[in-house]
């Protein structure tokens, strides 16, 4: 079964960087792609980005550029997502998702478990 | 920059059927999908492709689309659908999430 399985919670200080890891099981690694997903406590969704594993092409969203990099390691079935320049906003459960793109529509089919990020002095 | 907009509450009596919507200009020139998110876990994937439930998903989620809006229904709300649903759509080659709506089954 599909299994996207993360790194476990982390505390850092404002202007340090995050990297986290979400280790895939279960199907083609290479065949789909994987996205960064984050939530704030007590607030919605927020797209952070998107990886191909198949060629490790990349689109951050734009309120992130130049702070967040993604990446795969095809060896290991992992993708990891650091964040840097901390802010205390940046607070916020991060989840991978397995990216589905069919046609004109991109969705997630499975997600990872979270990992929660708590960035305090 | 391109928006979705969801209501942030939708209350409904056990039995009933509920209704959220999601609008965004021209979302009818999309496809939209639907996810469904109970406090402390993931997010789960309840309608993509506009109306297409994936495996598992019970029959009374439906999902479609009108002019520039999607819609997710719940046909004989149970109390377990009690959660936040959230809408997504792909543009410019980017994701974007509308703000969720919190399905209180009163």
């Known amino acids: 079964q599909v299994q996207l399985v993360q790194s476990g919670a982390e505390v850092k200080k404002p202007g340090t960087s995050v990297k986290v890891s979400c280790k895939a099981s279960?199907?083609?690694?290479?065949?789909?792609?994987i996205s960064w997903v984050r939530q704030a406590p007590g607030q919605g969704l927020e797209w952070m980005g998107w990886?191909?594993?198949?060629?490790?092409?990349?689109n951050y969203a734009q309120k992130l550029q130049g702070r967040v990099t993604m990446t795969t390691d095809t060896s290991t079935r992992s993708a990891y997502m650091e964040l840097r320049s901390l802010r205390s906003d940046d607070t916020a459960l991060y989840f991978c998702?397995?990216?589905?793109?069919?046609?004109?529509?991109?969705?997630?089919?499975?997600w990872g478990q979270g990992t929660l990020v708590t960035v305090s002095s | 920059s391109y928006e979705l907009t969801q209501p942030p509450s939708v209350s409904v009596s056990p039995g009933q059927t509920a209704t959220i919507t999601c609008s965004g200009d021209k979302l009818g020139d999309k496809y939209a999908c639907w996810y469904q998110q109970k406090p402390g876990q993931s997010p789960v994937l309840v309608i993509y492709q506009d109306a297409k439930r994936p495996s598992g998903i019970p029959e009374r989620f439906s999902g479609s689309t009108s002019g520039n809006t999607a819609t997710l229904t719940i046909s004989g709300t149970q109390a377990m659908d009690e959660a936040d649903y959230y809408c997504q759509a792909w543009d410019s080659s980017t994701v974007l999430f509308g703000g969720g709506t919190k399905l209180t089954v009163l």
């Open positions: 279960g199907y083609t690694f290479t065949g789909y792609g």
């Open positions: 990886i191909s594993v198949y060629n490790g092409n990349t």
């Open positions: 998702a397995r990216g589905v793109a069919v046609a004109d529509e991109y969705y997630f089919d499975y």
